[in-house]
């Protein structure tokens, strides 16, 4: 129904639309993340020794929040300088996960990514233990691997998404 306000208490598959972040609110919302996740996940997934002060050059960042700016989830793009390829990295906070936030974060940053950024390509890279191969699914598609890295251990899979495949899966 249209005008209908929905919160994550009353659903709690349904998730915010994100919204663009300035530089320090970036960094505000990764100290967060960080302090929520803890040292070893940080390093294990996004190998960060600490959370980044501040977007790098060419990133885009994403915040998702409840009503009360309560943090959810957080999604960056980063667009290579030479290459018409745009790298995804997204983060859930603890509490709202296997909600299908993740999924719905990586949905919205895939379609910007083609549709904003112009992109060929949208990489990103996926600790081994969480690929099966259909990660990406929400989004009629699937990613396609495209390499792997074992050093630093543990190993990390680089999946892509062409703007055919994803074009394909939007009609």
């Not at 349904?14 to 929520?36: V, Y």
């Not at 996940?41 to 790098?56: F, G, I």
């Not at 603890?94 to 919205?108: A, D, I, K, S």
């Not at 074992?150 to 990390?156: A, F, K, N, R």
């Amino acid at each position: 129904m249209q005008g209908t306000i929905r919160t994550m208490a009353e659903d709690p598959t349904w998730c915010p639309d994100p919204i663009g972040l300035t530089d320090a609110q970036a960094g505000d919302l990764w100290r967060e993340f960080g302090n929520a996740v803890g040292f070893d996940e940080l390093k294990r997934a996004y190998d960060w020794d600490t959370p980044p002060r501040a977007p790098r050059f060419s990133e885009t960042v994403f915040g998702v929040y409840t009503g009360s700016r309560n943090p959810v989830a957080w999604g960056s793009l980063t667009k290579h300088p030479l290459e018409h390829e745009v790298f995804l990295s997204r983060g859930v906070f603890p509490r709202y996960r296997r909600r299908g936030v993740g999924h719905t974060v990586l949905e919205f940053l895939t379609d910007y990514a083609f549709k904003r950024l112009m992109a060929d390509v949208v990489t990103r890279v996926v600790y081994k233990r969480n690929w099966n191969g259909r990660t990406g699914l929400t989004i009629k598609t699937s990613w396609k691997m495209a390499g792997e890295t074992w050093y630093p251990q543990p190993t990390y899979y680089l999946i892509r998404l062409s703007y055919q495949d994803w074009l394909a899966s939007k009609t």
